[in-house]
């Protein structure tokens, strides 16, 4: 088993939209391009409701789901204070996987951090 504190080098890297429903979404566009008739080559009829929210990452994805064929409508709240997507970064390794997510926000207080307060 690889030390944790060792850097290592990643073999590959991919960002893409994802999550149930969106992992949905996608695999249903697929399929619905696959089948043959009047529908090939149409439009998808695939709509996504989600909150994606603004910036780079959030274009990133929304192209991510447009070549996926799937329609998106951001349903984010304009005044939510958190207005880019949550970001999950799953790392696979000998002994399992790990994932990292910025949607588990927790403010981290004193004792937390290893200070008194």
Do not use: F, Y
Not at 22 to 48: F, K
Not at 67 to 74: A, I, M, P
Not at 84 to 103: W, Y
């Amino acid at each position: 088993m690889t030390d944790p504190k060792q850097k290592t080098t990643c073999v590959n890297h991919a960002m893409a939209a994802g999550g149930p429903a969106t992992n949905a979404a996608v695999a249903i566009a697929a399929l619905e391009a696959l089948r043959p008739g009047p529908s090939a080559g149409a439009p998808s009829a695939v709509t996504l409701l989600t909150a994606l929210g603004e910036g780079a990452i959030a274009r990133t994805l929304a192209q991510d789901l447009v070549n996926c064929r799937v329609d998106v409508r951001d349903a984010a709240d304009p005044a939510s204070s958190v207005r880019e997507p949550a970001i999950s970064s799953i790392i696979e390794h000998p002994g399992g996987r790990m994932a990292a997510s910025t949607n588990a926000r927790v403010w981290a207080g004193p004792v937390v951090a290893g200070r008194a307060a």
